[in-house]
């Protein structure tokens, strides 16, 4: 279930587009694959896709069961788990994990580089994601909207945002774009002058875009909501950065369309992972 269109491999457009131009004196273009004229994306936003899942409250049902009925929890396969609501809330507020386990979701997301930083700091997922060393990265980059909060007020650990000011604002969208554009007209100069893509990517900021896909397990996927979604319901409050906030909200979405009970009885025990 799409979150944003991919627009021609480039994601959906946040903010404009700005047509950066490298050619030789004599007209003509040299390097690895670089078309004239290259639009420049800015996007405010993030892609979430749900490719496959192997995801159903029943899922928990069965693996928790087998410690006690053997093979006859064979019978609890892909059957309706409404009836078992009970055990399901028992296994999260008695923090039984394993049996969450046996849910997997797998996702494509496109997200800037800094949020891609934070989200593989959950190493209970796994990645693969595009490569800047075999392809030509697509000149898509982050800029935030204007409804994202731009001034961080209060001391460490007890901290808010809140927004800036229209000059602020205005500061923080030209910088962006002007830093972006210059940093990707000069990898565009090296590639053109020959150099390796794993070389002249070092020249990109984090704010360009990158795809992957996440498989996460339903346990691993309610860690990765319990740190990086802001919730008053949340026993351990969290504050996470609103760019990788984005991305758990998606996640979110699909895990409670998916396993409603599971995610049910994940925010009645306060939205902390069993």
Same mark, same amino acid.
């Given at each position: 279930?799409?979150?944003?269109? #991919?627009?021609?491999?480039?994601?959906?457009?946040? /903010?404009?587009?700005?047509?950066?131009?490298?050619?030789?004196?004599?007209?003509? $273009?040299?390097?690895?694959?670089?078309?004239?004229? =290259?639009?420049?994306?800015?996007?405010?936003?993030?892609?979430?896709?749900?490719? !496959?899942?192997?995801?159903?409250?029943?899922?928990?049902?069965?693996?928790?069961?087998?410690? =006690?009925?053997?093979?006859?929890?064979?019978?609890?396969?892909?059957?309706?788990?409404?009836? /078992?609501?009970?055990?399901? !809330?028992?296994?999260?507020?008695?923090?039984?994990?394993?049996?969450?386990?046996?849910?997997?979701? =797998?996702?494509?997301?496109?997200?800037?580089?800094?949020?891609?930083?934070? #989200?593989?700091?959950?190493?209970?997922?796994?990645?693969?994601?595009?490569?800047?060393?075999?392809?030509?990265?697509?000149? $898509?980059?982050?800029?935030?909207?204007?409804?994202?909060?731009?001034?961080?007020?209060?001391?460490?650990?007890?901290?808010?945002?809140?927004?800036?000011?229209?000059?602020?604002?205005?500061?923080?969208?030209?910088?962006? *774009? !002007?830093?972006?554009?210059?940093?990707?007209?000069?990898?565009?100069?090296?590639?053109?002058?020959?150099?390796?893509?794993?070389?002249?990517?070092?020249?990109?900021?984090? $704010?360009?875009?990158?795809?992957?896909?996440?498989?996460?397990?339903?346990?691993?996927?309610?860690?990765?909501?319990?740190?990086?979604?802001? /919730?008053?319901?949340?026993?351990?409050?969290?504050?996470?950065? *609103?760019?990788?906030?984005?991305?758990?909200?998606?996640?979110?979405?699909?895990?409670?369309?998916?396993?409603?009970? $599971?995610?049910?009885?994940?925010?009645?025990?306060? *939205?902390?992972?069993?």
């Amino acid at each position: 279930m799409p979150f944003g269109a #991919h627009d021609g491999g480039l994601g959906r457009v946040g /903010s404009g587009q700005t047509t950066v131009s490298r050619q030789q004196a004599d007209g003509t $273009t040299k390097g690895p694959a670089v078309s004239e004229p =290259t639009q420049i994306t800015f996007r405010s936003d993030v892609t979430v896709e749900l490719v !496959k899942a192997s995801a159903s409250d029943a899922d928990v049902v069965f693996a928790a069961r087998v410690s =006690t009925g053997g093979e006859r929890s064979l019978d609890d396969v892909g059957v309706d788990a409404t009836g /078992s609501a009970g055990l399901i !809330k028992y296994l999260a507020r008695e923090r039984h994990g394993s049996p969450f386990e046996h849910a997997v979701m =797998t996702f494509y997301v496109q997200a800037p580089i800094f949020v891609w930083r934070e #989200h593989m700091r959950h190493r209970i997922a796994s990645y693969n994601e595009e490569s800047g060393r075999y392809r030509v990265l697509q000149p $898509t980059f982050y800029v935030p909207g204007p409804e994202r909060n731009l001034v961080q007020t209060g001391k460490t650990g007890h901290y808010e945002f809140v927004p800036g000011t229209p000059e602020q604002q205005r500061l923080v969208d030209t910088e962006i *774009r !002007k830093s972006c554009t210059q940093a990707y007209e000069a990898y565009l100069a090296m590639l053109e002058a020959g150099v390796a893509r794993e070389v002249a990517r070092m020249v990109l900021p984090v $704010t360009i875009y990158s795809s992957a896909y996440v498989t996460m397990n339903a346990r691993a996927l309610m860690n990765f909501l319990s740190l990086r979604l802001k /919730s008053e319901d949340s026993h351990f409050p969290s504050y996470p950065q *609103r760019e990788i906030e984005l991305v758990a909200e998606r996640y979110e979405t699909e895990f409670a369309r998916l396993m409603p009970l $599971t995610h049910a009885a994940f925010v009645e025990n306060g *939205r902390v992972a069993p």
